[in-house]
């Protein structure tokens, strides 16, 4: 079967689950061949699925990038499927997950063109350490950190994005830093392995690293937010940190091109291959 993984003609950084990725699909008889989602002149047609693995620029032109996610999946079978990762796109989400309630990091949704005030928005949240970062981003793209006497600055970064896009201001948890941020993955409904990452700001590499199973209560977490949509996932990995009770609250559900750290869970990888379909 010829899969094509999704990506963008100019990767940002390298991604560490391409090659045993590809080397797992062809040892399995497939024939994986990459397609940039946004090079105009890559072949739709002679595909039997598409995998979406490092679209990392789609943040750019996200309305764009759906609708080329729209006409690839006319053609052949679409991993995750386009209304799920049209849900996905926005972080708004977070406010849906809280609304069902399943625990999240707390959050304020600035919506472009509803004339929100920021500097009022963050002294009615009372926080003093926050995140100020675009609805639609990856890779910490304009994610920025602001404490204490700096929340004015927060406040004037959050108008600038506002000026052109949704915003998201969400409070700094301490326990992002340490322990650090716990990554759970899901492949084809079935929990796989965890790994613990360090903050990660506008300019920064990402750290990661191999980390013990989840505890009960983070498995619960992460099971209630992706429930409704549990059983149409190939792929998913939901993002934890520890509140200041300690509890695991979520920080975000990456549905669309999340890495699956492949080389710290190739049990992962293998169960990933081994649902895909032979033909």
């Given at each position: ?39 105009p ?22 309305q ?143 750290s990661?690293?191999a ?27 939901v ?20 890495s ?20």
């Amino acid at each position: 079967m010829r899969i094509a993984l999704v990506t963008c003609r100019d990767l940002p950084e390298p991604d560490p689950d391409d090659a045993p990725l590809r080397a797992a699909l062809a040892a399995r008889g497939h024939e994986p061949v990459s397609v940039a989602w946004d090079d105009p002149s890559a072949p739709l047609d002679g595909v039997d699925l598409f995998l979406l693995r490092s679209a990392w620029n789609y943040y750019l032109e996200p309305q764009a990038f759906l609708a080329w996610v729209e006409r690839a999946a006319e053609r052949a079978r679409f991993h995750n499927p386009p209304d799920v990762l049209r849900w996905n796109v926005h972080k708004g989400y977070l406010e849906e997950l809280e609304q069902r309630g399943v625990p999240v990091v707390p959050t304020r949704v600035l919506r472009r063109g509803q004339d929100p005030d920021p500097a009022a928005e963050l002294a009615a949240a009372g926080w003093d350490d926050v995140v100020v970062k675009p609805c639609v981003s990856a890779a910490s793209w304009r994610t920025r950190r602001f404490r204490g006497d700096d929340l004015s600055d927060a406040a004037a970064f959050a108008a600038e994005l506002l000026a052109e896009r949704d915003v998201l201001v969400q409070r700094f948890e301490p326990g992002a830093e340490d322990p650090g941020e716990r990554c759970l993955v899901w492949i084809d409904g079935e929990f796989t392995h965890a790994i613990r990452k360090r903050p990660r700001l506008e300019g920064q590499d990402e750290s990661v690293a191999a980390d013990a199973p989840p505890s009960g209560a983070e498995l619960s977490v992460a099971e209630r937010a992706l429930a409704p949509l549990a059983d149409r996932l190939l792929y998913a990995r939901v993002d934890l940190m520890p509140g200041p009770d300690g509890a695991p609250r979520v920080s975000e559900v990456e549905l669309m091109e999340p890495s699956l750290f492949f080389p710290q869970g190739p049990h992962a990888l293998d169960r990933l291959v081994a649902a895909l379909p032979t033909a």
